[in-house]
């Protein structure tokens, strides 16, 4: 085992208020900002902000050495501007060490990978934007929201210029294969895939302080201990967590941020290194392709995307939401569109989930689709008013493609008056 | 296992959901090879399944020791008792009831219901048990409802077997709070004799733990469950241009009508296209025609009058949303019978089925939006609808009433 790649999540939704169907067309704020401010808040005191200095703390004493890559949603972004904004200096910091990568996603932690190609890809460079005007890195390594990954999802995301994927170890992908190696994109070699290593990802994210796992206390020396104990040709370990597991997953008292802290000390001592993903698949190289023709996520043990589009209620509102997307796409109205990214956050489909709501505040998932339902009819009704669905999209994008052909048109007719007008200039001078 | 159980209803005369319950857990517990059940009700009218167990009439067991010849009495009794098991009863009166109004076959008259002199029944119901007690052979006995209370108390003094207790509904439900001291003293005295409480909710057990001081180590919630409807199927829902919500129950104060009124009112301001019905009868009606005229939604607001038998059945099919905005309601079986004919449930958090119904909503009955707003949903969004009715009508087909005979087994073997 010669590297250990971490990456850390960031991410989290716009709380809905309890939004009832007589405010449909009556009121356009979603948002319960209460409780997202005290959500990002908790997790910013409990969880981030010691994780940062922890880490800030590691790249210095190990010179550099110690690497790792964060992934943060632009809607957690523009949480953290607004509540934590002493966060993201912390962030910008440490993007100054040059041993931080941030990676690229989707700017909402959205569906629209599976949806909506287009919102896809314009999410993306939405996302890839923000990173820039923040923290100065050009993302070139992608992690879809949930890790939703199929091989037509690659073909995009290298399109869209990034060299490398995050993909989680789903065993009807692998087969027999070995995470601890770098992939390639079934049909493009030029897109790596990075597999998530998941035991070890989850020993520290969620068993490390359950007295009854077998393997309690654990400690650096030991884990460590595991990662040279594998087969001498694994040449890489994927350590990705939600980076609230420091701190809220995994309390402070539990001894959490010490097993971080002393993780470099004995990994150099084994003369292993830490890498960014996008090192990793620069300086590894592909072991195979990996084809994934179905998508896959990091949820539960079918890695599917099930718990997000499984059941009726969550298909009703996922198609209701993004057949939209192409109308407004085409709106102006900075508040509709921001309103359009804030609903695409996976999470609240999640919460529509029977079996599987995790981190819902509802009582139950007809709960959850009855509000949001209520808020993207009313969103629906403000979409109308801009293009009324009386006009069919194909009209639409006739009218809209003259518009913007005639942006091009009067370009051009502009461009020839100025040559003319020069023509006639030098006629005059003549 | 023998058991000896008193009830006060039982199916096809039924009042009320006491009797259905009563009825559907002694055939679930039927179900279990060694178990033999003797049901005492005051009045049988001789019509009632018996295939799983023995019925016996208080009002056909004598407690006074009278002479008969045996043609009189098969006469008299024949079509619902052997005149030879009336002997055979005879026997077991050992205590001196002659105070008690008798008829020519020394037995008392009951009339099964709930009439305004109940307390005299409920205390000449004890007095059949002291017969049954003494003659009859039985493992454990078992009361259901404070009605039989003082019955099945009598019972375990006389014969030393285990009593427990069913605890169907308390007076905390039925008068909201303002509690008959009767009644009360009736049911606390029945509870404190018992060797063990079943309740059909936690919601009742807690009542019973906080109201009448029991020890919560005595008191085990047994959830009620529903019998299978073979024709199920065979109600049909006629396509109509309005949607349908239905209240339907006892139109009271325990019901909460008010809030569904309410509830209508606000979800008639934001669209017209819903009918809202309110079936059943009860001493709020007049009061509820008078509010919903006042809201100005008479034309959409619709009264049934009582509805029973399979016509319960019918108006639920052709509902699109049934509601029950019960104040407090110890189980509430109407909504598990709407999930069986496949329509959405909107139920009160202040239910006892709200314990184990995923697949409906649950709402306080106080929160008239938050009801509005589900009437809401599920009229318009089809697959809300539609979620609600498959995945329901699946869930309520699971929850077996044999499951509960177990769970009361296993009552009855930690009681002995």
Not at chain 1, 10 to 27: A, S, T, V
Not at chain 2, 211 to 228: F, I, L
Not at chain 2, 328 to 353: D, H, N, R, W, Y
Request: aromatic share 12%; charged share 25%.
């Amino acid at each position: 085992m010669q590297n250990i790649c971490f990456y850390f999540q960031i991410h989290q939704p716009l709380q809905l208020k309890r939004y009832r169907f007589f405010e449909i067309g009556q009121d356009h704020y979603y948002y319960d900002d209460f409780q997202t401010e005290d959500k990002m808040r908790l997790l910013v005191e409990q969880s981030y902000l010691t994780a940062n200095r922890t880490i800030s703390e590691m790249i210095r004493s190990s010179n550099g050495k110690f690497k790792c890559a964060f992934s943060i949603s632009g809607t957690a972004l523009e949480q953290l501007e607004q509540y934590a904004p002493e966060l993201i200096d912390s962030f910008k910091e440490l993007a100054q060490t040059g041993s931080v990568e941030f990676l690229g996603e989707t700017y909402a932690h959205s569906l629209s990978s599976v949806y909506d190609a287009n919102e896809f890809e314009s999410q993306i460079k939405l996302h890839s934007e923000k990173i820039k005007s923040l923290f100065g890195q050009k993302p070139v390594t992608f992690r879809n929201s949930e890790l939703i990954y199929s091989d037509e999802i690659g073909e995009i995301v290298s399109k869209a210029g990034f060299k490398t994927v995050l993909i989680d170890e789903a065993k009807h992908i692998l087969g027999w294969k070995s995470p601890n190696f770098v992939y390639q994109h079934a049909y493009n070699n030029k897109l790596k895939l990075l597999v998530r290593n998941h035991k070890l990802s989850d020993d520290i994210a969620f068993r490390f302080s359950h007295q009854n796992w077998s393997d309690f206390p654990l400690t650096a020396e030991k884990f460590i201990g595991w990662l040279t104990g594998m087969p001498e040709n694994d040449n890489i370990v994927n350590l990705w967590m939600s980076y609230e597991s420091f701190g809220l997953y995994q309390p402070a008292y539990t001894g959490i941020f010490e097993f971080l802290k002393a993780l470099p000390y004995h990994a150099m001592e084994q003369k292993m290194n830490f890498v960014t993903p996008s090192e990793a698949s620069k300086k590894l190289e592909s072991a195979g392709t990996l084809s994934s023709p179905y998508p896959i996520s990091w949820a539960g043990h079918e890695k599917d995307l099930s718990p997000w589009i499984g059941n009726d209620l969550q298909q009703e509102a996922l198609n209701k939401l993004y057949a939209v997307g192409e109308r407004v796409r085409l709106c102006q109205d900075k508040a509709l569109q921001h309103d359009w990214l804030m609903l695409q956050a996976t999470d609240h489909f999640r919460y529509m989930s029977h079996k599987d709501a995790v981190g819902t505040h509802y009582d139950n998932a007809y709960e959850a689709f009855m509000n949001y339902m209520n808020v993207l009819a009313d969103f629906l009704e403000r979409v109308d008013s801009q293009y009324p669905t009386s006009i069919e999209n194909e009209e639409l994008n006739e009218l809209l493609k003259t518009i913007t052909n005639q942006d091009k048109e009067i370009e051009k007719l502009q461009h020839e008056i100025s040559k003319l007008k020069a023509r006639k200039t030098k006629k005059t001078e003549a | 296992m023998k058991a000896l159980m008193f009830g006060w209803e039982f199916p096809p005369h039924i009042l009320g959901g006491l009797g259905t319950a009563s009825y559907g857990l002694t055939k679930g517990m039927a179900l279990q090879p060694d178990m033999q059940i003797t049901f005492v009700i005051p009045k049988p009218h001789g019509d009632e399944d018996q295939s799983f167990l023995k019925i016996v009439g208080a009002c056909n067991v004598p407690v006074v020791w009278k002479e008969n010849d045996w043609q009189h009495i098969n006469h008299r009794i024949g079509h619902l008792m052997h005149p030879d098991e009336y002997y055979w009863l005879r026997n077991g009166i050992k205590y001196d009831f002659s105070r008690i109004h008798t008829n020519d076959l020394g037995c008392i008259d009951f009339s099964g219901r709930y009439p305004d002199n109940l307390l005299e029944e409920i205390s000449n119901y004890e007095a059949v048990a002291s017969v049954l007690a003494h003659q009859m052979e039985f493992d454990i006995i078992h009361s259901h409802d404070w009605l039989t209370y003082p019955a099945g108390v009598f019972a375990k003094q006389i014969s030393g077997k285990p009593l427990v207790i069913h605890v169907h509904a308390t007076d905390f439900d039925r008068s909201r709070g303002q509690v008959n001291p009767t009644v009360y003293s009736i049911e606390k005295r029945g509870m404190d004799m018992a060797d063990h409480i079943m309740t059909v909710s936690d919601l009742t057990r807690k009542i019973v733990i906080e109201k009448y001081h029991q020890d919560p180590r005595k008191v085990t919630t047994v959830h009620n469950a529903v019998e299978p409807l073979p024709d199920a199927n065979s109600f049909t829902k006629t396509p109509r241009r309005d949607k349908v919500v239905t209240f339907l129950g006892r139109i009271t104060m325990q019901k909460g009508p008010e809030y569904f009124v309410e509830a209508a009112h606000r979800v008639l301001q934001k669209t017209k296209g819903v009918r809202f019905v309110m079936a059943g009868s009860g001493d709020m009606m007049q009061a509820m025609i008078d509010l919903a005229a006042k809201r100005g939604i008479a034309d959409r607001f619709h009264f049934t009058g009582f509805l029973k038998g399979r016509q319960v059945h019918e108006m639920l099919a052709e509902s699109d949303v049934y509601i029950m905005p019960s104040v407090s309601e110890p189980f509430g079986i109407s909504p598990l019978e709407a999930m069986q004919v496949g329509t959405p449930s909107i139920i009160s958090k202040q239910s006892g089925c709200a314990e184990i119904l995923t697949h409906a909503i649950k709402t306080d009955y106080w929160d008239i939006d938050a009801m509005a707003d589900a009437i809401y949903a599920i009229v318009k969004n089809p697959a809300m609808y539609n979620s609600l009715r498959e995945l329901g009508r699946e869930e309520v087909n699971n929850i077996k009433w044999y499951d509960a005979g177990l769970k009361v087994r296993a009552i009855y073997d930690s009681a002995m």
